[in-house]
């Protein structure tokens, strides 16, 4: 007995011994966030599913709230850096990749063949030819249409411009507003401007006018307003929209008084508390206006990244890579009830859900973040300052495409 005593201690020793050493062998990999309450507990359980794949990685998540993120990023990212970091696509992470802050992760895109399953986003992760970090939810923006109100008017669902403002003239004698806003708030114009851009001159030149490098009195941009216009000048839009804000124009949309709303997919809640069904409530991709240009989409973009003064590169590369699989993606996006990039992934049953993959998964174009996250926040506010009084007063486009010119040789500078 008393061998086998001495034998368990051994034992019991050499396995207090082994777990010691595998504690010190395991490597932390340091996460800064800033999620809300839904998102933390889905990344939390996917993280706990990564560190069990990986037991010799402890993954420490450190949660910020969202304001308070957007200054200690720029503070942590020179000083104390993790060795993950949450941001946005597009040309809010140019900053930082343009000042070096962020490392490329092409390498994590070509090992894992993420050109091809990350496919409609890789555009807005690509600066200079390379990736700059992974994407793992966006939501799209489109047209809400009221089912009723169609059938009203005697008008099918259009696929181009030209068809949407004839139909506009048929809503306009029944009495019902084409469409609909509230830009109190302003940013609810901003997705009007976007997709008429989008349509007219493609996402390639959006891109550069938000980043500053065409002027806003360029013809190019002329043309999309004289677009615009064609839903403005004839009294298509809701006529006291800078008095209301997005849930009020919401409510137009639920009562049938207007047929149409350029919004994103978080506002079918609002639609349905209203009392909309799904019988009632339509979606559709916003329509071509110039033909043959490559449809882009807005759809703004999480995304994770490594910061060049990371620790733990290898460990950090591993977790992209698990972020960027088409099953991460589907649980995170179940939780959050917006939609995986990663194209093999699956949405549930919603239809605006599956509406909004399909759409996004096929866009060739290229995604859009959202005019006030691809522009600086003095030109953002500005330019829908712009966007707004145009929609009131279209005959002062002139004076008001001058007065952004000279914000953006002012602001780029």
Not at 5 to 28: D, G, H, N, V, W
Not at 35 to 49: G, M, T, Y
Not at 62 to 77: A, M, P, V, W
Not at 80 to 97: H, I
Request: aromatic share 12%; with cysteine.
């Amino acid at each position: 007995m008393k061998h086998s005593f001495k034998t368990t201690l051994l034992c019991s020793a050499a396995i207090a011994l082994m777990a010691t050493q595998a504690m010190a062998e395991q490597r932390t990999l340091k996460y800064y966030a800033d999620f809300d309450p839904a998102p933390l507990a889905a990344f939390e359980a996917v993280i706990a599913e990564f560190e069990a794949a990986n037991p010799d990685i402890d993954v420490v998540l450190q949660n910020f709230d969202h304001e308070g993120y957007k200054t200690s990023i720029r503070n942590f990212l020179s000083a104390d850096s993790p060795d993950l970091a949450n941001w946005y696509a597009g040309n809010r992470m140019a900053p930082f990749v343009n000042s070096g802050q962020f490392q490329d992760v092409s390498d994590v895109w070509t090992d894992n063949n993420l050109g091809e399953s990350l496919a409609s986003a890789k555009g807005s992760m690509t600066i200079d030819g390379k990736q700059w970090g992974i994407p793992y939810t966006y939501y799209q923006w489109g047209i809400y249409y009221n089912k009723d109100a169609y059938k009203q008017a005697g008008v099918e669902v259009p696929t181009t411009w030209a068809e949407f403002i004839d139909n506009c003239a048929k809503f306009k004698e029944a009495g019902i507003d084409c469409v609909t806003t509230g830009t109190k708030a302003l940013w609810p114009g901003a997705g009007i401007f976007d997709y008429m851009n989008l349509r007219t001159n493609g996402y390639d030149f959006h891109m550069e006018l938000t980043a500053g490098k065409v002027a806003w009195t360029d013809d190019r941009v002329k043309n999309t307003f004289a677009e615009w216009a064609k839903l403005v000048e004839p009294g298509y839009l809701t006529a006291n929209h800078a008095a209301l804000e997005w849930q009020d124009a919401a409510s137009l949309l639920v009562q049938g008084k207007a047929a149409n709303y350029v919004m994103g997919n978080f506002a079918v809640a609002v639609f349905k508390d209203g009392g909309m069904t799904n019988d009632t409530l339509g979606f559709m991709t916003f329509p071509e206006i110039t033909p043959g240009i490559p449809r882009g989409e807005e759809a703004p973009t999480d995304t994770i990244h490594i910061p060049a003064g990371a620790k733990n590169v290898d460990d950090a590369k591993k977790f992209l890579a698990f972020i960027a699989t088409a099953d991460v993606q589907t649980k995170l996006n179940e939780a959050l009830g917006q939609l995986p990039i990663n194209n093999q992934s699956k949405v549930g049953d919603d239809p605006f859900l599956q509406a909004g993959f399909e759409m996004l998964s096929t866009a060739d174009g290229g995604i859009a973040q959202f005019f006030d996250r691809d522009a600086p926040a003095e030109m953002a506010k500005m330019g829908m300052e712009g966007f707004q009084e145009f929609m009131v007063k279209p005959e002062n486009v002139d004076k008001i495409l001058e007065r952004l010119e000279k914000a953006r040789q002012r602001i780029y500078k």
